[in-house]
């Protein structure tokens, strides 16, 4: 059974507690709101990072086959020349987002378009090693995003499930076992009382003529 609070038994306090009790479960209930808004949006989220990490599973492989291919018909050196002097093929911008009161980064990554290039000796499949690294990057980009908004959420989630169950099972509870208890001191004083004004009755009756 949940304690009380240490708090004298007045008519005063109890009138206090139970405002006290209402505003908590307002509070009670607008946190279990925001659980089920978070669950949903942590579902939704999950399909999302799910689906972005298939994309960009794939997006890698195929990047990588294509950069594997250039290596061999370029070789090293060649390759890493060409690398210097390319200009980048990725518009990055990062800005705060918010979600319930969660913060995280929103990643917009878009391809820039690609420029010709002017060493002598490459090969045709170089242009399409950038295109896959451009696509992958921008993809990768997006994962990152979607899967820290994932584990924010999940850890909001997790909080306010946390205060959900103290105000359920500890904190109104409490004040609730603190309200029967002062309302039953508060009688039992009554009744004595009572009883008190009555025997003062009897005996003052006794007295008389």
């Known amino acids: 059974m949940p304690q009380r609070l240490k708090i004298p038994p007045t008519k005063s ?11 908590l479960e307002d509070g009670h209930t607008l946190l279990e709101r925001k659980k089920e808004l978070l669950t949903r949006l942590v579902y939704e989220r999950l399909d999302q990072y799910r689906r972005l990490r298939n994309q960009a599973r ?3 492989e195929q990047a990588y086959r294509w950069l594997s291919i ?16 390319l200009p ?22 878009k391809e820039r378009p ?7 000796g490459t090969d045709s499949s170089l242009d399409e090693t950038r295109r896959r690294l451009a696509a992958m990057a921008v993809l990768l980009a997006r994962l990152g995003e979607a899967e820290t908004a ?15 169950n103290a105000l359920r099972y500890n904190v109104i509870p409490k004040y609730r076992n603190t309200i029967r208890f002062i309302e039953s001191s508060l009688e039992e ?16 009756g006794m007295g008389g003529p």
Not at 150 to 164: N, S
Not at 189 to 204: D, M
């Open 150 to 164: 994932l584990w924010r959420l999940l850890e909001e989630q997790r909080k306010t499930q946390k205060r959900v």
């Open 88 to 109: 980048l093929g990725l518009e990055v911008n990062i800005l705060p987002r918010s979600s319930l009161g969660v913060q995280y980064p929103a990643v917009t990554a």
């Open 70 to 85: 250039t290596h061999m018909r370029m070789g090293s050196r060649k390759l890493g020349q060409v690398a210097l002097g």
């Open 58 to 60: 794939d997006a890698v």
């Open 114 to 120: 690609m420029q010709p290039i002017g060493f002598t």
């Open 13 to 23: 306090a109890l009138l206090a507690l139970k405002q006290q009790v209402a505003f």
């Open 189 to 204: 004083e009554e009744r004595n009382t009572l009883f008190q004004i009555k025997v003062l009755r009897e005996q003052g």
